[in-house]
């Protein structure tokens, strides 16, 4: 079945800095790349995704990048802001969206 | 809109014993999904209900875990016995059919020590 690894575990930050997530996965039928952000006492809460047919997609400060053929999708956070301070997850699925296999969390900490 | 609540927040049970966990997903969300955080590892997925039938149970670990979703709207997942392993976060999500988004809306877990 599909495996998901994720890197660092842990990415600590300056404010203002960029901080770099990165996935991979194993296998090449999934078509759909979340990131989900989970803050402290909440539950985890979609901020981007991307298809297969799309290999870069932007949303103000972070952006999503996929390479299909490494098999390997980022998520870039710009001009990071101590309310990014939070665990993010990436997943992958195939068709259909249901059932999402997602990486182990990296717990970003952006200090002031 | 009241998004997804889940009951308990926490609990804590001796092993051997029985908890039921459960999900209320946001009104008209007919997809209901249960994941499972254990120890800091990855979110798996445990199962997916459309409506009031099971799509996929493929994630559940064994059949001391059960879900039902009477009449398609709340969830019960109930762990029967508990042992050590089952410890860590339940998270409930649900969206809507035929969402041109893949977006889950999670609730905020319950978590789950086993003593």
């Known amino acids: 079945g599909e495996n998901v690894e994720q890197h660092p575990s842990t990415l600590s930050v300056q404010e203002g800095d960029s901080a770099v997530i990165k996935c991979t996965y194993s296998?090449?039928?999934?078509?759909?790349f979340p990131w989900y952000k989970q803050e402290l006492g909440k539950g985890p809460q979609l901020i981007i995704d991307?298809?297969?047919?799309?290999g870069e997609k932007k949303d103000q400060r972070i952006a999503v990048t996929l390479n299909k053929t490494a098999k390997h999708f980022s998520l870039h956070i710009t001009e990071t802001q101590p309310e990014d301070s939070a665990v993010y997850f990436c997943?992958?699925?195939?068709?259909?969206?249901?059932?999402?296999?997602f990486g182990t969390g990296t717990r970003l900490l952006v200090s002031p | 809109e009241a998004g997804v609540t889940q009951f308990p927040s926490h609990s804590v049970i001796e092993k051997g014993q029985t908890v039921t966990l459960r999900c209320d997903p946001i009104?008209?969300?007919?997809?209901l999904y249960w994941y499972r955080r254990v120890m800091g590892k990855e979110i798996k997925f445990l199962l997916h209900?459309?409506?009031?039938?099971?799509?996929?149970e493929s994630g559940m670990p064994n059949n001391r875990f059960l879900a039902e979703r009477t009449g398609g709207t709340y969830s019960t997942l109930k762990v029967q016995p508990a042992e050590l392993e089952d410890s860590g976060v339940y998270f409930c999500?649900?969206?809507?059919?035929?969402?041109?988004?893949?977006?889950?809306?999670f609730g905020e877990g319950s978590r789950l020590t086993v003593l």
């Open positions: 997943a992958a699925s195939k068709t259909g969206f249901q059932k999402l296999v």
């Open positions: 009104s008209g969300h007919d997809n």
């Open positions: 209900f459309v409506k009031e039938s099971k799509q996929d």
């Open positions: 999500a649900s969206s809507p059919l035929g969402q041109v988004t893949g977006e889950l809306f």
């Open positions: 991307i298809r297969s047919n799309v």
């Open positions: 296998d090449s039928a999934s078509n759909y």
